[in-house]
Each structure stands twice: as C-alpha cells, then as structure tokens.
C-alpha cells in the first residue's frame, strides 16, 4: 500500500472514532460532495465561476428592482451557464450523500448545514439539514418567508405571488449580495454551538457566513474533520486531513462504524 493510501486510510480510522465517541456531529458540506454527482464545482479547474466568472454582486438588488424581469430571464434557459443548472436537475445522490444520510440514521450525525442548493441530501434520505444558500427547487416570499416546492406555483403570471400573503415570491437559493435567511442562520450558529465535532466536506471554505461555523465549534474546542482531495482554507486548523473525494471516504467511515 502506498504511503500516501496509508496515511488515508488512518486518517479515516482517526474520523471514524471521533464519530463513535460523539454525540453531536454536525456537518457542513459544500459543492465537492455533489461533484460526483456531474454537478460541477463553483471554483477551481472546471469551475462554474472559473468558467462563466462570478454573477455580478447586484443579482439581489436587480431582482428587488425588477423581480419580473428577474423571472423572465431565469425562465428562458438558452443563457450560458444554463447547463449547471441542467446537471443539478439531472443529479442523484452519490456515495458521498447516502452516507451522510446513513450516518443519520446511526445517530452519529446529529446535523448538516448544506451550501448545496440540489436537493441531494433530502434525495438521499437526511432529514436534519439547514440548506444555508438555499434549494433550487422551491420558493420564497420575500414578505412572510413562506418556502413553497417550485413545481407547485403557478408561473402565469411574473413574478409569482405567495399563496399564503400574496408577497412576491423568489426562487429559494440564495444570492450574491441577498441577507442569508434568519431562520437558518439562526439553526447553523444552533449547530455550531451544539457540535462536540465538526466535518468539514467537499468545500473550499472561502465562503462566509457558512465556513465560520466550523471554525465557531473549533474555537470551543471540536475536532475538525476535513473531507476534501486537496488543500482548504481551513486545513490548517483541521484535527484529522482525509485527502480523498467524499464519495469513497463517507462509505468507508459508515463502514467502519458498522462493525
Ligand atoms: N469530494 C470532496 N471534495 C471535493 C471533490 C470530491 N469528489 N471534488 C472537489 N472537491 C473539493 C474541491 O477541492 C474544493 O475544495 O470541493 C471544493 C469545492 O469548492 P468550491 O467550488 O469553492 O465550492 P463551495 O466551497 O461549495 O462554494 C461555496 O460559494 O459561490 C458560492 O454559493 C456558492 O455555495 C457556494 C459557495
């Protein structure tokens, strides 16, 4: 065995008792864990915004402005960039997400703060998940908050109105420059001041509010976990490295557990 698939796999023996010795795993996940799922990550080689560059920081203010002409355009798919959104459609859980789920179901993961706006973790069975950027399959009223499932409002007229208020609803995920929603702001930091232990999966940690959690629960004193191919903001105050994609380490922890 190589030295480096050694180092692996006693970093996942290292993740593996930390989890058996927990009783308040929480997680945050990022774009990394749905990658083997076709759905490309935000930065790095191949990269949604290293491909197509970031969306302009005024998305938010330019919805407020006009939210009709918001929803003409993200209603005609024939702009670039339109295929990440096609992948996400198309994905299904991987490994990497029916291990977390099972996880759940073994009680030793008691949280996921998700920055993944797919769905992939409800798919795959978790049920404890705070999505921090929001689902592109629903909706939001921007007067009562009100999350309805996209595929049950009438895009008739634009922009949508609430059911419920009549407010003018949003699609769910979050955007550049958009305040995070209260009531899962309010769960994620919840979270990180329950976590006795912290993973950190699939994502490059550069993204605030959501990458200070792990570093909230660090600072009380957590071990971190770090789940990830390569190098993260935040390796460095990792307890345990697993250099490796999440869809072979999760299974190989939940396997461990088992036993
Ligand atoms: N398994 C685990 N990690 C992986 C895998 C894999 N199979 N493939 C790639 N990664 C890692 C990369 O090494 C990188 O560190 O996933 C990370 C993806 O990082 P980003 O593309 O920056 O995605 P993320 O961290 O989720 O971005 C955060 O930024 O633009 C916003 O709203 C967007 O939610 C997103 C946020």
Same mark, same amino acid.
């Given at each position: 065995?190589?030295?480096?698939?050694?180092?692996?796999?006693?970093?996942?023996?290292?993740?593996?008792?930390?989890?058996?010795?927990?009783?308040?795993?929480?997680?945050?996940?990022?774009?990394?864990?749905s990658a083997e799922s076709g759905i490309p990550t935000y930065r790095g080689t191949g990269g949604?915004?290293?491909? %197509? @560059? &970031? =969306?302009?920081? $005024?998305?938010?203010?330019?919805? #407020?402005?006009?939210?009709? !002409?918001?929803?003409?355009?993200? /209603?005609?798919?024939?702009?670039?960039?339109?295929?990440?959104?096609?992948?996400?459609?198309?994905?299904?859980?991987?490994?990497?997400?029916?291990?977390?789920?099972?996880?759940?179901?073994?009680?030793?993961?008691?949280?996921?703060?998700?920055?993944?706006?797919?769905?992939?973790?409800?798919?795959?069975?978790?049920?404890a998940v705070t999505e921090i950027h929001g689902n592109r399959r629903r909706v939001r009223c921007?007067?009562?908050?009100?999350?309805?499932?996209?595929?049950?409002?009438?895009?008739?007229?634009?922009?949508?109105?609430?059911?419920?208020?009549?407010?003018?609803?949003?699609?769910?995920?979050?955007? %550049? @420059? &958009? =305040?995070?929603? $209260?009531?899962?702001?309010?769960? #994620?930091?919840?979270?990180? !001041?329950?976590?006795?232990?912290? /993973?950190?999966?699939?994502?490059?940690?550069?993204?605030?509010?959501?990458?200070?959690?792990?570093?909230?629960?660090?600072?009380?004193?957590?071990p971190l976990i770090e789940i990830n191919p390569e190098p993260t903001e935040l390796s460095h105050?990792?307890?345990?490295?697993?250099?490796?994609?999440?869809?072979?380490?999760?299974?190989?922890?939940?396997?461990?557990?088992?036993?």
């Amino acid at each position: 065995m190589s030295e480096s698939a050694a180092t692996t796999e006693s970093a996942i023996a290292e993740a593996a008792a930390l989890l058996r010795a927990s009783s308040h795993a929480v997680a945050l996940t990022g774009a990394g864990l749905s990658a083997e799922s076709g759905i490309p990550t935000y930065r790095g080689t191949g990269g949604v915004w290293t491909r %197509f @560059g &970031e =969306p302009t920081i $005024d998305g938010w203010d330019l919805f #407020c402005t006009d939210p009709g !002409a918001w929803w003409r355009e993200a /209603l005609d798919h024939s702009h670039a960039g339109s295929e990440f959104a096609e992948s996400i459609d198309r994905a299904v859980p991987n490994a990497g997400h029916i291990a977390m789920a099972e996880l759940e179901r073994m009680g030793r993961l008691a949280h996921i703060i998700t920055q993944n706006i797919d769905n992939l973790h409800e798919d795959a069975g978790s049920r404890a998940v705070t999505e921090i950027h929001g689902n592109r399959r629903r909706v939001r009223c921007m007067n009562c908050g009100t999350r309805d499932r996209l595929d049950l409002i009438s895009l008739d007229r634009l922009p949508p109105t609430c059911p419920e208020c009549g407010g003018i609803l949003k699609n769910d995920t979050v955007m %550049f @420059g &958009e =305040p995070i929603p $209260d009531d899962a702001l309010r769960m #994620c930091y919840r979270q990180a !001041a329950a976590a006795d232990l912290f /993973l950190v999966v699939g994502t490059s940690a550069v993204v605030y509010p959501a990458a200070s959690f792990p570093i909230l629960a660090r600072e009380r004193g957590a071990p971190l976990i770090e789940i990830n191919p390569e190098p993260t903001e935040l390796s460095h105050i990792a307890s345990i490295v697993v250099r490796a994609s999440a869809g072979s380490a999760l299974p190989d922890i939940v396997e461990l557990l088992r036993r």
